[in-house]
Each structure stands twice: as C-alpha cells, then as structure tokens.
C-alpha cells in the first residue's frame, strides 16, 4: 500500500508541475521588464477574504515600484511604475516580468484559469469609467481610499463567483469581501454601473505576470500610440533641421 501511495503523489506532483508549465507556455508575451524596490506609497489597507485569502490586513489600492527599462522588449519597455495588484495570494517579489493580455491574467499559482474576456471587458469599462489620474499624481489619504476602493471592484470583478455588477458588494459575497474600505460605497456604485457599454471600454489594459510573483494590472500605450508618438517626434526633428 505504501508504494501505491507514493505512486500516487508522484502522480499529482508532476500533473500539478505540467499544468504550472503549461499555464506560463500558453501565455501570450506581448514584452518583458524588470521591476524591482516595490513601495506602498500609494497605497491604504484593509481586511480581505476570497481568492485564496481568509482574513488578514493587506494592503489595497495602488502599487509602485522601479521598473528597470533596460534589456525590456516590447511592450515591457513602456510599463509605468504603478499598477493594481490582481492577484491576492501572491507576494510582491522583484524581478523579470512578463506583459500579457488582460484577458489572460491572472496567473496564480492556486487556479490556472485566466479571467477570460467577460471580466476582462468589466475591467475595461471600469478603468473608462471611473479611473483617476489623480490618485497617482497627489496621493493624499482620500485620494488612496478612492484607489482603495477602485481596486476593491477590480477583485470582486475577478474573484466574486456569485451575481453579476448589478448585485456585487464589496463588503461581502462568497468569492470576495473586504472590510475597512472607507469608500465601499463608492466602490459599490461604480459596480453597479457596469453594463458592457463598449463606448467606455479602455483598450490599453494588460496584465505583469509572472508564476512566482505578483500580478498587476498596468496601463500601457497601445503600440499604434506609441508609433504616432515617435512619427511625430521625427516630424518635429525635421522641422528644426
């Protein structure tokens, strides 16, 4: 029976390992970057549950860091140094990171199941809707509880199992629920309004993922931005010559 049992466990060990493999294979790698010296200064804190997570003070809203643009490819090179934590199981490590499409983050260790395009989409209409530059540029305590709560409907997007936005709470729900939001409120309304509008969908969303790390949502160019940008940059070069 012993032999049975270790059988057994080798079996699931390697199955679990090839799914890891095949989960970081099968995503799409739109770039590559390094971000390093995570920071908290745009940040606040609260209590969370769901998404692996059963109680405990964490902290919420936004994230920064340095991002080490050098030996970047792709869209790696254009990562800003801030982003929203998406993925509530993992630590904030230092190192090389890849860019993925929304729809394929997060990639925890615990599911190997993407968000896919529906709750990408919610992102999408959240971030056109409601998103503040202004938490970034003047991070005072309201402006962290607003980022705070902006992140809070970003994991009740990805983690809540039950309902739809019309019904979603951040303060409670089965696959998700938070307590110390100060504007939970907020975050509920925001929820509230998601209806597939596509006229607010913000189509410059992709995901820093990595296996052993923290995933973030970040807000990068689109490569056609980007391309008009440098277009006009030599345009101007011209002009001066």
Not at 21 to 41: C, F
Not at 70 to 93: H, K, M, R, Y
Not at 204 to 231: K, R
Request: negative net charge; proline residues 4%.
């Amino acid at each position: 029976m012993r032999s049975k049992k270790i059988i057994i466990k080798t079996f699931v060990a390697v199955a679990l390992i090839s799914i890891a493999i095949t989960t970081a294979a099968s995503a799409t790698i739109l770039g590559t970057t390094n971000i390093q010296n995570h920071n908290n200064s745009l940040s606040d804190q609260g209590d969370l549950w769901g998404g692996g997570l059963n109680g405990g003070t964490y902290r919420t809203g936004i994230y920064s860091w340095t991002n080490e643009i050098s030996g970047s490819t792709g869209l790696g090179t254009q990562v800003p140094d801030w982003g929203f934590c998406i993925e509530l199981t993992q630590g904030a490590n230092n190192g090389n990171v890849n860019v993925i499409p929304l729809e394929e983050g997060p990639l925890p260790v615990t599911a190997v199941t993407p968000m896919g395009t529906t709750k990408a989409n919610y992102i999408r209409e959240l971030w056109g809707r409601d998103f503040d530059q202004n938490w970034i540029t003047n991070p005072t305590t309201a402006n962290k509880q607003m980022a705070e709560a902006f992140g809070a409907c970003l994991w009740e997007i990805i983690y809540e199992t039950n309902g739809s936005p019309a019904t979603w709470n951040v303060s409670n729900g089965a696959g998700f629920h938070a307590t110390g939001i100060e504007q939970a409120a907020t975050a509920n309304s925001w929820l509230s309004q998601l209806d597939g509008n596509t006229a607010y969908f913000a189509n410059n969303l992709y995901v820093t993922s990595t296996l052993n790390g923290q995933d973030y949502l970040v807000q990068i160019p689109e490569p056609a931005t980007i391309c008009l940008l440098g277009l006009g940059a030599l345009s101007l070069i011209r002009r001066r010559k």
